[in-house]
């Protein structure tokens, strides 16, 4: 089982819709969790992160976690042609025998909103 | 700096080169990680540093892999004897601190073996 899995896609949904995207992840012990969005050629870049348990909105984005079920997602409401971009879920692990963390992606959701 | 610096932005090598890598992360960042990304795929983990320290290097895929950040600021990622399969997108990553801090990307270093 890999460490951070989303569905590749492409998700595709007509504009002004809601796109949601879904993660799951292996760690039981993991605590903090972040989606990053990536155009086409460009790096990554941070949408939002969430470490607690149940929602967090910030504009069209809502992060949802459900740390029982190791389950995090993203709604995209009103979604807009320039929302068109692969997103990443990134999650910490905790290395126990280090003590430290280190920052896991999945290989990221391809989402095409059409006009 | 203002953000995460990476040079060279394309490098293109011949097989059995050695190549190397520079990342300058953003002021006073404690926390730095190389990935690489394939095309369509997910940045994948090859190492972390903690200062000066590198405390996790569990992701560099062979011995020809190493890096190394002397004076827990800029780090360099060196691969020897570079191979095709070695081709990739390299990508810096910088944090104020591991656990709960964001990750900030530099804009890469796009690695072509011919």
């Known amino acids: 089982q890999k460490e951070v899995e989303q569905n590749s896609g492409p998700l595709s949904v007509p504009e002004g819709a809601i796109a949601s995207l879904n993660c799951t992840y292996s760690?039981?012990?993991?605590?903090?969790f972040f989606w990053y969005r990536q155009y086409s050629g460009k790096s990554p870049e941070l949408i939002m992160f969430i470490y607690s348990n149940g929602d967090k909105e910030d504009g069209r984005f809502t992060a949802q976690l459900n740390k029982a079920s190791q389950y995090v997602s993203l709604l995209i409401r009103d979604s807009q042609p320039s929302d068109s971009a692969t997103y990443l879920c990134a999650v910490n692990i905790r290395v126990f025998s280090g003590g430290y963390n280190k920052l896991i992606f999945g290989a990221g959701t391809r989402l095409a909103v059409h006009p | 700096g203002a953000g995460v610096s990476q040079s060279p932005r394309y490098k293109v090598t011949k097989r059995g080169q050695d190549v190397a890598l520079r990342c300058d992360p953003i002021?006073?960042?404690?926390?730095l990680y190389w990935y690489r990304q394939a095309l369509g795929q997910g940045p994948e983990f090859l190492t972390y540093?903690?200062?000066?320290?590198?405390?996790?290097k569990s992701g560099l895929p062979n011995d020809r892999f190493s890096a190394e950040r002397p004076e827990g600021s800029i780090s360099t990622l060196t691969i020897q004897r570079t191979e095709q399969r070695d081709s990739a997108m390299y990508r810096c990553?910088?944090?104020?601190?591991?656990?709960?801090?964001?990750?900030?990307f530099g804009n890469g270093t796009r690695l072509t073996v011919t």
């Open positions: 002021s006073g960042h404690v926390s």
């Open positions: 990553a910088s944090s104020l601190g591991a656990g709960y801090s964001p990750l900030h």
């Open positions: 540093f903690n200062y000066e320290a590198q405390q996790d």
């Open positions: 760690d039981r012990g993991s605590q903090s």
